[in-house]
């Protein structure tokens, strides 16, 4: 009895085993999926950092090819905007320059005419020869329509022309006089103006003048 007690004892320890194991066996069959899922917080390491992926991932895909291209067209129109106002800035208020020519007086004078003048020659005032002068105009001749041609050749034919004409104007009697030739010519915005006038003028060689030089008139 007690071998077979013992042996029941036995069988019913083994079973209890059998039993315990088979418990153990389940409770392992049923904890290791729930440690793959890592459902629970005991079982997460805690070195891991949890993946911020898909949180991430909706707002990039938020941005559709139309919002892409709406934020394009929207930083080209403030570049834009910027350029716009730069342009306004730099040309609306640049300073116009009209540019006009009025004829300086003298150029308007005739052979004949006696002046007193300005010291730079171009302001003049008309007056009767026969009262004391500073000249008198004996030559009024246009020179060759062309582009500029330089002040050097601008002088150079203005004194030739009023040379050849001299001799034809002066009585013969002061010719051996105390006399100095004078011309205005016109600079070169003048000349831009379309002006090619050029005045002749004799004047003493010191002092004033008296009367006219023109032949037949006497002094």
């Known amino acids: 009895m007690a071998g077979a007690g013992g042996a029941a004892a036995g069988h019913q320890d083994a079973a209890r085993d059998s039993a315990a194991a088979g418990d153990s066996a389940a409770a392992g069959d ?24 898909p949180r991430e991932d909706a ?25 716009g106002v730069l342009a306004i800035v730099s040309h609306g208020f640049r300073p116009k320059t009209i540019v006009t020519y009025r004829p300086a007086a003298v150029f308007r004078l005739r052979p004949g005419e006696c002046i007193d003048s ?10 009767s020869c026969a009262a004391p002068h ?33 001799g034809g104007y002066v009585n013969p009697q002061l010719r051996h006089a105390a006399l100095a030739q004078e011309y205005v ?30 032949a037949g008139t006497g002094t």
């Open 118 to 127: 300005a010291p730079n020659g171009l302001q003049v005032t008309a007056l």
């Open 59 to 83: 707002r990039a895909r938020d941005l559709s090819p139309l919002t892409l291209t709406m934020l394009a067209l929207g930083i080209i129109a403030l570049v834009g905007v910027a350029v």
């Open 185 to 214: 010519y016109p600079d070169q915005a003048a000349w831009r103006a379309g002006l090619r006038t050029v005045v002749c003028e004799v004047r003493a060689g010191s002092g004033e003048l008296t009367g006219s030089v023109r």
């Open 30 to 53: 049923t904890a290791a999926p729930r440690e793959q899922r890592g459902g629970g917080a005991d079982l997460a390491d805690p070195g891991d950092v949890p993946a911020p992926g």
């Open 134 to 166: 500073d000249a008198e105009v004996f030559a009024v001749f246009p020179l060759p329509v062309s582009s500029w041609p330089g002040t050097a050749a601008v002088q150079q034919q203005a004194g030739a022309g009023c040379m050849s004409r001299f």
